[in-house]
């Protein structure tokens, strides 16, 4: 159940970053919105809330819980990389997107393999 939730913040956290990035190049007026500059702190805050309430859960620190401080970490870059693509614009702007999406898709390695990089 809290699984199914933390993977419904991962998609909504992506998609948005997304949606941001598009809407910053096509169409900046939309992001002076009130949600669009609140929502992704709430779905990242949640994200990580439910993604430690599963490391509890499931007694994950008892183990090998390399991925985890894995994850942690490359979720800050994703994150860092994310804030830096929103501010820069042109090549520089793309770079950062691509970067960020990538630390994403190892993020969803490493939580499928349960296998980081520690
Ligand atoms: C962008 C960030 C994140 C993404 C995309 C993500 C994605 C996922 C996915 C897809 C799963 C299910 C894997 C499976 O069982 O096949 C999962 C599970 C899990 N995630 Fe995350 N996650 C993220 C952040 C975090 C963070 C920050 C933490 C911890 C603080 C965390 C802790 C966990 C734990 C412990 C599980 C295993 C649950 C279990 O199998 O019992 N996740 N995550």
């Given at each position: 159940m809290i699984k199914s939730i933390h993977m419904l913040f991962a998609i909504l956290s992506v998609s948005g970053f997304i949606s941001r990035i598009m809407l910053a190049e096509f169409?900046?007026?939309?992001?002076?919105?009130k949600l669009a500059k609140i929502a992704p702190h709430i779905i990242d805050t949640l994200l990580i809330l439910t993604g430690l309430t599963l490391v509890f859960q499931g007694n994950?620190?008892?183990?090998?819980?390399g991925w985890i401080i894995s994850k942690i970490i490359i979720l800050l870059v994703y994150i860092g990389l994310g804030v830096l693509a929103m501010r820069n614009t042109g090549m520089k702007r793309w770079s950062y997107f691509v970067g960020a999406l990538a630390c994403f898709g190892y993020i969803l390695f490493i939580a499928i393999s349960k296998h980081g990089f520690i």
């Open positions: 169409k900046p007026t939309l992001l002076q919105a994950w620190l008892a183990g090998e819980y």
